[in-house]
């Protein structure tokens, strides 16, 4: 079986490692196309230790439902870490069916403690009952 000069570059990419940079030429240019793949950057480990800019989110905590009786309300920092961690600037939207309902049938308010970097104050950010279906802003970006 003969293989093409196309299929000889596709089979050698493809055993390269993921982290390779791959060098495909342009027939007729004496050039080539540089491809250096880059690692998916939409999950953020929530268990990571904090190595973000000087201005980027910090998480301090969260939770959903301190307002319903009988109940202190729903500790739910791991995803609003998840989300926010190391960003500059995060609309959370919150659902409580990525969430949990620790109350059902009451309406549940939703507080956010956070900071911008290490020593900053304090900063909050709230949504009133029903905060299902609403967001909430996190901004540490430069004022």
């Known amino acids: 079986m003969k293989l093409g000069r196309w299929a000889m570059l ?39 230790p904090y190595y973000g800019t000087a201005s980027s989110i910090r998480v301090l905590g969260a939770v959903y439902g301190r307002n319903c009786r009988g109940q202190r309300g729903a500790n739910v920092t791991d995803d609003l870490v998840r989300y926010c961690q190391g960003r500059d600037y995060c609309v959370y939207r919150i659902d409580y069916r990525q969430i949990g309902d620790p109350s059902p049938g009451c309406g549940k308010d939703y507080h956010a403690r956070y900071i911008c970097r290490d020593g900053d104050v304090e900063r909050y950010a709230s949504a009133g009952a029903e905060a299902s279906g609403q967001s909430v802003i996190l901004d540490c970006r430069r004022r």
């Open 10 to 48: 596709l089979l050698v990419a493809c055993a390269m490692p993921a982290s390779a940079q791959i060098s495909i030429p342009l027939p007729g240019t004496g050039g080539s196309i540089q491809i250096n793949p880059q690692p998916d950057q939409r999950y953020q480990d929530p268990n990571r």
